[in-house]
């Protein structure tokens, strides 16, 4: 497990993305092996679209959320 930062990029092309880096992402080589919608989670979940990345191993990497 990476013991990395907390890493905030909020996307040039289009302000209403970002991408939260979480300190346990390994990097840009990266392969997300699973990405979940927070809705498919919770169902009546009212917000932004919230997607959690993760690795090979499970282990949550990254939180996209597209406003």
């Known amino acids: 497990m990476s013991l990395g930062r907390f890493e905030l990029k ?14 346990t992402h390994a990097g840009e080589m990266t392969r997300m092996s699973k990405s979940v919608r927070l809705v498919d989670l919770m169902g009546k979940y009212n917000g932004p679209d919230v997607v959690l990345d993760f690795d090979a191993n499970g282990t949550l990497v990254g939180i996209e959320i597209v406003g």
């Open 10 to 23: 909020v996307s040039g092309d289009d302000g209403e993305v970002a991408y939260l880096r979480l300190p």
